[in-house]
């Protein structure tokens, strides 16, 4: 890619990962007030889940205060953004938007920003038609025969996305990853780490700190395959299947240097009752008399141990897992319910009622007795909880989250937390005026870090006096109210799930390889 100076005025068609360059008029923001209307009562279609239809891309953004010059590379984050108004609105559940890919490009202390849709087979299929085919999964609704020609099931693409064997992925565990140029943000179709996997994958992957390589699995039903993936090549090169009994809504796993740790709850998901129109995501206590169990798989050997943890809860993401004093140790967050009750799948609960407030437990396995105990660590309700992936599967001290403690009739979130596992403390910031419900934070390390904590945490913030969102840079091991910079972007990110960040390196090395592949 050529770095000749351009003369003012001028923008490259695909900036994205150099800088500076000219400046660019940004988009007109299009608001979608008519999402407003759809479903006025849907939480999960207003405020910061609002939809959001153009896609957008915009440079040399706005920057209050500084982005630190080690910060270079590109903050990735999926939105869930339905493009089409729901089939059912009153039923519709935030897991179901559509994906659409944000990447937030820093260099040099400036930032570029663009926007797309990852376009599915399923999400072309409804463009072609002008309308929602689909029917939603969560919390059932309306069926009908799909149209001659359409894919079988929607693969919404909304949950996760990060940089893999030079593609940028984006994951959704009912169907294969998709891949997208990690710059140009174009999509070129589904992918299988050639030809290792074959439906569907997990959203929640783990990179091992010690090779590179991927780390995740697939949930079909009841049965778990465990994976791992060549950093070099991208071929798989270990699996491992095996029966949990019961077809649990296993979103998130957690690895130890041996381990790769699976939960068993009696949150399911049940493909039988979406084909009927019923609530697809279901609380069935009864389908674990023993409550909860805690499934450990040995990452050499494949031998895999059920431990009973007891109680009917779920966890809903992990911060990370080790190995100390021969106990596996896992650090999270757990719910006390996820999904409508097995017994009102013909009145299902309202969307928001899934949501109780989550908090943070340490659950430890004795290897050699087998017993597993729990404790709460902190009643300060919180989500998404992330450490520095340089600690994956080793003992970490620090973890960060996106607080909950209020129920708000429009927002989730609304701070942004750190917690020192070591002393066994909390501390909490909000945003500055205006800024609100953040979302995943990711940590990014200073060049040549010192410690555990030395980086910075990114999080996108909705605004709620201009309706648009706003990247924030925190210094990590100084958490405070007011950020290092505030990164105004010229659209909304309708509130998601998970994002990654990807250095300078990894990102112009899969932008260079890309680029080879094309000519």
């Known amino acids: ?115 797309r849709w990852v376009m599915t087979d399923s999400m072309k299929f409804e463009v072609e038609q002008g309308h929602a085919v689909y029917s939603g999964f969560a919390n059932g609704g309306s069926t009908a025969p799909l149209p001659q020609g359409a894919p079988p099931a929607k693969n919404v693409a909304n949950t996760n996305v990060g940089i893999f064997d030079d593609h940028l992925l984006v994951y959704f565990e009912g169907g294969l990853p998709y891949s997208m140029h990690p710059e140009t943000l174009e999509t070129y179709g589904t992918y299988d780490f050639h030809g290792g996997i074959d439906v569907l994958c997990t959203a929640h992957f783990k990179t091992d700190p010690a090779t590179g390589d991927l780390l995740f699995f697939a949930a079909t039903g009841p049965t778990i395959t465990w994976y791992r993936a060549d950093v070099k090549t991208g071929d798989i090169v270990d699996s491992h299947t095996f029966d949990i009994k019961v077809p649990v809504l ?23 009752h979406i084909m009927q129109g019923k609530p697809g995501v279901v609380w069935d206590e009864g389908s674990l008399p023993h409550g909860v169990q805690i499934v450990l798989m ?125 002393r066994g403390t909390t501390s909490v910031v909000e945003g500055p005026a205006g800024l609100t419900n953040p979302g995943e934070p990711v940590f990014v390390a200073r060049e040549n870090a010192r410690s555990e904590d030395d980086g910075y945490l990114l999080s996108l913030w909705w605004n709620r006096l201009t309706g648009l969102s706003e990247l924030l840079v925190h210094d990590a091991s100084d958490l405070v109210r007011t950020p290092l910079a505030r990164v105004k972007l010229p659209s909304r990110v309708p509130f998601g799930f ?14 260079a390889a890309l680029g080879e592949e094309a000519g």
Not at 342 to 360: C, G, I, K, Y
Not at 384 to 392: M, V, Y
Request: with cysteine; aromatic share 12%.
């Open 498 to 511: 998970h994002g990654n960040w990807a250095d300078r390196s990894v990102l112009d090395q899969a932008v």
């Open 1 to 115: 890619m050529s770095t000749t100076p351009l003369r003012p005025g001028l923008v490259p068609p695909d900036p994205m990962t150099i800088a500076p360059r000219a400046a660019a008029t940004p988009p007109v923001p299009h608001r979608t007030e008519d999402a407003a209307d759809w479903a006025p009562g849907n939480k999960f279609l207003g405020g910061p889940f609002r939809p959001w239809t153009e896609e957008d891309a915009a440079y040399d953004l706005e920057v209050v205060g500084e982005i630190p010059a080690d910060l270079a590379g590109a903050l990735f984050r999926i939105s869930s953004n339905p493009r089409f108004q729901p089939r059912d609105p009153e039923r519709y559940h935030w897991w179901e938007g559509d994906g659409m890919v944000c990447g937030v490009y820093l260099r040099d202390g400036r930032a570029a920003y663009r926007t």
């Open 298 to 422: 040995h990452r050499g050997t494949h031998q895999v141990t059920w431990h009973e943890a007891g109680g009917h809860w779920a966890n809903t993401h992990f911060y990370n897992a080790y190995e100390r004093d021969g106990q596996v140790v896992v650090d999270g967050h757990r719910i006390t319910r996820l999904g409508t009750p097995a017994d009102q799948l013909d009145t299902p609960v309202t969307s928001h009622s899934w949501f109780p407030p989550s908090l943070p437990h340490r659950w430890s396995v004795d290897l050699t007795t087998g017993k597993a105990t729990e404790e709460m660590l902190s009643g300060l309700a919180g989500e998404f909880p992330r450490i520095n992936d340089a600690r994956t599967g080793l003992e970490h001290r620090y973890g960060y989250f996106v607080t909950t403690r209020s129920l708000a009739a429009d927002t989730m979130s609304d701070g942004l937390a750190k917690h020192d596992f070591l």
């Open 250 to 272: 296993m979103h998130d796993f957690a690895v130890t240097e041996n381990y790769a740790v699976f939960f068993v709850t009696p949150a399911q998901f049940r493909l039988d």
